[in-house]
């Protein structure tokens, strides 16, 4: 039985010792994965820390900032790095490589200090060690040494990991104490010795049961552990694509804390305003110069902003320079559990949208070519000025005389140069207070508020002779003005849509009485355009007129035809006033769209001759004067006796004139090639009768 017993004892020791063993084999790897994760966790931390301060070490880099500058910044965030770990308030340091404290948040007279000869307790150069694993590895490394904790009077062992910043030539780091980091775990490692020694001598079974349970905490633990590093890992992700979206945002962004004091400001806050981001942070929302004359409604706004929890607004800022800008403004209020945590304002630059609106708005009410203003404009002002207080109310009616055949002859560009030239000479002569309206094409209406008859009739003599200073000042005689106006007065309670017709009616009068003085004026403004052109010269008019008058003569044409020839002969090429220069003086060959526009004078000479009653007869000559015996001229393709006499006639007589005199585009010819080219184009180009009469007359030196 006591052999038997000394034989339990012996194995319920060695039991005891074996578990003993087995149990301190366990928590040396418990031991080792636990170090193992706090490693991990301070250099997550580190890294975290770097992360943080790498945009700046990228614009140094770039020779964006200074290294004075990257190092000053980089201390200022480095110094608001402090955490809060499982057993003590812990913070990120930073040193020079020369040993100098930068950044030591709890013991703030370190800072500025150099420690390069710095021993702990063993005798380890601490600062060295620290500097030389920051620099031998760039990835960073641990360094152990001994230091005394706050509230402790022995030194400890204490970890650190430690990454070098070789580019502002620093590092940065964090540790723990290793003791108080294990420190509950020790005792419980003592107190599970005693245990298992008592358990192991009372029941092995319950030994099993502990060293089962033991196995499940650590299944749990490391079960614990790896949910932290993805939670940790997914908020690092979280954070860089917030900080994405913060950074790259298209509008300007201010981040702030419960205090409205700025926190962070992004690149487009800084494009849009002018400020930069060192300029903002740590500054009060309202304390940033972009509201100028409106800070107490902006402090009033922002009282309103924080109670309400948000807001969304236009309003103008102002940049750095005081330029200003248009914005559209949203901000946030974000709350935690029902407290204000901070918040965001978000700036839209809507300055193009709003010239655009202000331009639509402008065009609304003007004109768009002559930038008077517009019907829209006078029908919205016609009721506001039949108010007694404008009484008497004057209004002038204008009408531009000949804008349709400036228009149809010479082209829009031109009719729209009248158009604006007409509205100068009205902005001229108007006071300060008459308003002016374009109400259609060629019509313009003045409204003179406050004016009685006899003011208005002076107003209107002055416009008269501003349109004769104009017309006697211009050298381009096509942009003669040729105008007629229409005066009424309202004077009382009278409908003002009836004074508007009286003063219409009046113009139409002014118009019938001036009508011929008036196309007379353009067609002779036409004429002499048209003798400013280098390829006509009065001698040649003169001589295709005596040629034509001589054929005449000889078929002894009708009075009347005759007198339509020689007319004809005058005014055949009045159209080429409308034909550009480089066209009609072009000495190659025109391609097929100059030929087109050269073309189309005979039909712009037709629109001409109607306008006046004196060549309106003849505006059938004009259009087909180039016409072909064969049928293959223009306009019309007309063959043969389809083509007037007079036009048949006329057609030798230019062709032969300009044969034999300097035109741009031939070579001048002698009066013989001349007689034999016509005679080559007789029953092609020219109606063989009127050549024979033509060569008869030649050669009898009639002609």
């Not at 930073?94 to 703030?108: I, N």
């Not at 005792?187 to 008592?198: E, N, Q, V």
């Not at 006033?577 to 000495?587: G, H, Q």
Request: with cysteine.
């Amino acid at each position: 039985m006591k052999y038997g017993m000394r034989i339990l004892s012996f194995v319920i020791v060695l039991l005891v010792f074996i578990q003993i063993y087995y149990i301190k084999v366990i928590m040396g790897r418990f031991y080792y994965q636990i170090e193992l994760q706090r490693k991990n966790e301070l250099k997550q931390k580190v890294e975290i820390a770097y992360n943080t301060i790498y945009p700046i070490i990228e614009s140094l880099n770039k020779g964006e900032i200074s290294k004075k500058d990257a190092i000053d910044k980089v201390t200022d965030i480095v110094r608001r790095m402090t955490y809060k770990d499982e057993y003590s308030d812990n913070y990120i340091f930073m040193s020079t490589f020369d040993g100098t404290y930068l950044v030591q948040p709890f013991e703030k007279d370190k800072e500025g200090k150099n420690f390069w000869d710095y021993k702990d307790v063993k005798g380890n150069y601490v600062i060295r060690n620290l500097v030389s694993a920051a620099k031998s590895k760039p990835e960073g490394d641990f360094v152990l040494y001994y230091a005394t904790p706050p509230g402790f009077d022995t030194p400890q062992p204490k970890l650190s990991f430690v990454k070098g910043i070789p580019q502002i030539e620093a590092y940065i780091g964090t540790g723990m104490y290793i003791q108080n980091t294990f420190k509950v775990m020790l005792l419980l490692f003592k107190r599970m010795h005693i245990s298992l020694i008592i358990i192991l001598i009372l029941s092995f079974s319950l030994f099993l049961m502990f060293f089962y349970k033991l196995s499940q905490d650590k299944k749990l633990l490391e079960k614990e552990i790896k949910k932290r590093k993805l939670i940790e890992d997914e908020l690092l992700k979280r954070n860089k694509y917030l900080t994405s979206l913060f950074e790259n945002s298209p509008d300007a962004l201010i981040e702030f804390d419960k205090d409205g004091m700025i926190t962070n400001v992004n690149k487009a806050f800084e494009n849009m305003f002018g400020y930069k981001r060192d300029e903002c942070i740590k500054r009060h929302i309202d304390d940033i110069d972009i509201f100028k004359d409106f800070k107490e409604e902006a402090k009033n706004f922002t009282k309103e902003f924080f109670k309400k929890g948000f807001c969304s607004f236009e309003a103008t800022r102002f940049t750095k320079d005081g330029k200003p800008v248009n914005v559209l403004i949203r901000g946030i209020i974000i709350k935690v559990d029902e407290n204000i945590i901070g918040g965001y304002i978000i700036y839209t630059d809507i300055t193009k949208q709003k010239k655009y609106q202000k331009k639509l708005e402008y065009l609304s009410f003007h004109d768009g070519l002559t930038g008077l203003y517009n019907y829209s404009f006078f029908h919205n002002k016609i009721k506001e000025y039949s108010k007694h207080e404008y009484l008497p109310l004057s209004i002038i009616m204008a009408d531009l005389n000949g804008l349709k055949l400036v228009n149809d002859t010479m082209g829009h560009a031109y009719g729209d140069k009248l158009l604006i030239d007409f509205c100068k000479v009205l902005i001229k002569t108007k006071r300060k207070q008459d308003l002016v309206f374009r109400i259609g094409g060629d019509e313009f209406l003045i409204l003179l508020p406050n004016t009685h008859k006899y003011e208005a009739e002076r107003i209107l003599k002055a416009l008269r002779e501003n349109i004769k200073e104009y017309n006697d000042k211009i050298k381009e005689k096509i942009f003669t003005l040729s105008a007629s106006f229409g005066l009424a007065t309202k004077e009382d309670d009278r409908d003002i849509l009836s004074v508007i017709k009286e003063a219409d009616d009046n113009m139409y009068k002014d118009k019938l009485l001036d009508k011929t003085s008036s196309k007379n004026q353009i067609l002779n403004v036409l004429l002499t355009a048209l003798g400013e052109k280098d390829y006509v010269t009065k001698g040649h008019t003169d001589r295709v007129k005596d040629m034509c008058q001589k054929m005449a003569e000889k078929i002894r044409l009708g009075e009347v035809q005759k007198n339509n020839l020689i007319l004809l002969a005058d005014m055949h090429d009045i159209g080429k006033v409308a034909i550009p220069d480089n066209i009609l003086n072009k000495s190659r060959p025109l391609t097929k769209e100059e030929w087109e526009i050269l073309k189309s004078h005979s039909e712009k000479g037709y629109r001409i001759a109607l306008s006046s009653l004196e060549l309106s007869k003849i505006a059938e000559l004009i259009l087909k004067h180039h016409e072909r015996w064969d049928g293959k001229g223009y306009p019309f393709g007309l063959k043969g006796e389809e083509i007037p006499i007079e036009c048949r006639i006329l057609a030798v007589a230019d062709a032969y004139d300009a044969m034999t005199n300097l035109r741009p585009y031939n070579k001048v010819k002698t009066p013989h090639e001349a007689i034999e080219e016509i005679k080559r184009c007789s029953g092609t180009q020219f109606d063989p009768f009127i050549v024979e009469v033509f060569l008869e007359l030649k050669a009898n030196n009639i002609i």
